[in-house]
Structures are given as C-alpha cells and as structure tokens.
DNA sequence: GTTTGATTTTCGAACGATCGTTCGAACCCT
DNA sequence: AGGGTTCGAACGATCGTTCGAAAATCAAAC
C-alpha cells in the first residue's frame, strides 16, 4: 500500500501548483494528467472528482496549519507571545507552502455540499483559535472589533500569495516579524501600553 | 448615443454582481445574459469578448479608486495623515463598491495580454502612490520592509471581500479606522512615537 | 403626420472546441 | 492465476463565439 500513498501524495503535491498557478476552474484534468505524469483516466483511480482533488488539498493543508499552530503554541504562557506565536508559524507555514495555500486562500469558495462543510469546519476552529488568543492579548477591545481584528490580520497574512516572492530581498522570518509587529504595535499594545502603562 | 451607455454600463454592474458571487470561470456569458436582461448574442454588441467585460470592470473600478484616492489626499500634508485619509477611502470604497472590488482583487490574474497590461498600467500607479505616502510617513524604514508593509496592508484591505458583511455590525467608517489604527500605530508610530520621542 | 430608407440594436440558432467523467480491456506484480 | 493499477477511447454536456436576419429607432421627404 505504499507506492498507493505515494502517487496519490505525488498527484496532490502536483496538482497544488498547477492550481495554485492557474487557478482550479481553468486547470483542466487533462492539464493535472501531463503534470503528473499520469493519465487522464488513471488519476480516478486516486480521485474521486475534480472537486474531490481540490478537497483533499484544502483538507490536508488546513489540518497541517492547525495543528501547526497549536503545537507552536506550546511553551508560550503569555498572552502576547502566544499571538505572536500563530502569526509567525502562520506566516512561515504559508511562505514554505505557497502552492497549497494559495489554493486554500484563493479557491476557499469553490466547494459545496460536504466537501465544503468539511473543510469549512477546520477553518472555523482555526479562526476560534486566534479569535481566543486574541481575547486573552487585548480583552479590553471591543468584541466585534477584535473579530474584525482578527480577519485584518488574516487578511495581511493570507495576501501573501499575490506578492510575496520567497527569492526576493525579504525572508519568511523577517516578513513575520514585521506582521508580527505591525499587528501588535498597532492593535494589542496600542491599548495595554500606550493608554494603559 | 445615451441609451447606449447606459446599457454598457447595466452590463458591467450586473456583470461584475455575477462574477463577485460565483467567479469570474464559473460564470457562463449566458449566466450574464439571464442576469442583465439581455440575450446571449445581444451581449456581443456591447463587448468584445468575456475577457474584455472583466476587462472593462477592472479597468474602470481601478480608475475611480485611484482618482478618489488623489482627491482624497487633498487637503492633508502632514504625511501621517495622508496615509491615513488613503487607508479611509480605500476601505470605504471597497466597502461602497463590494462586486467589483472583489472582482479586481480576486479575478486580479485571469487577463492576458493587452487587457492585462493595462490594468497592470493602472495598479502599478496606484501601488506607487503608497509606496510614495509610506516613504513620507515612515522614511526611517528599510525600503524592503516599507514594501512589504504596503503589501501588507493592502492585505488587510483587500481581503474584505472574504468576510465583510455590510448588514452587519461595523460600519464602514468604523472598520476603515480600525485597519488605519493598526497600520499606523504598527508601522509608522512604533518608530515615530515610541522609539523617536 | 405619414412614408420611406438607412442605421442602430437585438437575438435564435448553430459552430467547433473543450470540459469532467466513464467504461472495459490491458497491464503489472506477486 | 488473480487482484491491484493503468489508460485509450469515447460519452454527453457546456462553453465562448459567430452569423444572418428580424426588430426597433431615427431623420428626412412629402
């Protein structure tokens, strides 16, 4: 059952970029076949449909973020720090998976019925997630602006795949710092230090 | 020559409406057709082609954020308020103008071409007017970082579409000065206030 | 105010191309 | 020999676009 697990991870990984350079709708099964080498039929015997592909990318990718996220959570007891925390494994999670999560960012509303509920479901634990780190860093805010907080920052985070050139002049590390910076400067310190100290 | 236009220009809104909801690929020309009023081949008289509709909405909505947002310079020097009264019209406009924003931000790689070379034209200028107001209000900063922070704050903006609700309990006034808030307390007055004074 | 003719605008019908998917036979490995 | 794996060929559906003719609009002539 290997060599199973193997094409289909092949098949996946493979797909991720022709998605992620096309975009899912203009990607044709013809155009998955050449990229991995299989053929056009062969694929279905990995795959359920098209939009089963593009589920199993999302659902992967989602699950690995989050549990990413969580474990990079550990040993961080301050407030602050665990933010800062998710923001830099976020943001170095997307930039060392471009491909993937450009697919997850971009064709988010692509899917329907269950395989859309399903992935949805990840995603809503990963925003309760940060909603919860940041009521813990700035509990005086206001609920509805520390969710809309919260999609600010996802926004700063997820835009990454429509400029970010991971051989250019600046690095993940450096690129999550300053979003690290940018959102606790601007959002959870301009309250607690600023006004409050 | 009047109802001409104003046909053209129901098109393109009723356009943009379809695109903003379901895609730009997932969208048929005779989903177009049902949705304005028109027939499948009417269209045709109006537009060159698909492309050339997604064009048109594109290049006109590029047009009227970048011309609101030099007017809405007007009147401000201090360089810390011009990057402010950016942020705020940005936000505001996008928040007025949801389809066709979303249109451009989200259907942003699908023109090839001439088309696209001329909206390229157009966001180029709009991204050079930032940079410009970024180098003012922050001039101590590394030009890389001053980059990816105006890229990241066109996430924080431009990632609205994804979740904005206008029925909902922020307003538009109220988000656009949150985004300022933490873009400017993040990025501009961390150096300015807290380090400078 | 009606008729006429030219121009603008509309659209039913059809074209070729491409799409996702399926089927059954062939292939490979043990 | 037998089950796991591959794939050429074809299916029906839908796509963007085109064409030629009908319909609507308008201006000038009577």
């Known amino acids: 059952m290997r060599p199973y ?6 098949l996946l990984a493979q797909a991720a970029k022709v998605f992620a350079e096309a975009g899912y ?3 044709s099964m013809r155009d998955l076949a050449a990229a991995s080498g299989m053929s056009l039929a062969g694929m279905y015997y990995y795959v359920r449909s098209k939009e089963d592909l593009l589920a199993l990318i999302q659902e992967r990718c989602f699950t690995a973020v989050f549990d990413g996220a969580r474990s990079a959570l550990d040993g961080h007891s301050d407030p602050q720090d665990r933010l800062e925390a998710f923001i830099r494994h976020h943001v170095t999670f997307f930039t060392a998976h471009m491909s ?4 997850l960012s971009h064709e988010s509303s692509v899917l329907s019925g269950d395989l859309r509920r399903k992935v949805n479901h990840i995603k809503r634990r990963y925003v309760d997630l940060l ?5 813990d860093a700035a509990p005086d805010e206001r609920p509805v602006d520390r969710s809309a907080a919260a999609y600010a920052l996802f926004g700063m985070m997820n835009w990454i795949y429509n400029w970010y050139d ?5 690095d993940p590390e450096r690129l999550a710092g300053l979003i690290a910076r940018i959102f606790l400067g601007g959002f959870v310190e301009a309250r607690s230090t600023v006004h409050g100290g």
Chains 1, 2 share one sequence.
């Open 5 to 10: 697990d193997e094409r289909l991870e092949h």
């Open 25 to 27: 709708h203009s990607t």
């Open 100 to 103: 993937e999560m450009k697919v």
């Open 131 to 135: 909603e919860t780190l940041l009521k």
């Open 166 to 170: 991971p051989a250019g002049e600046i």
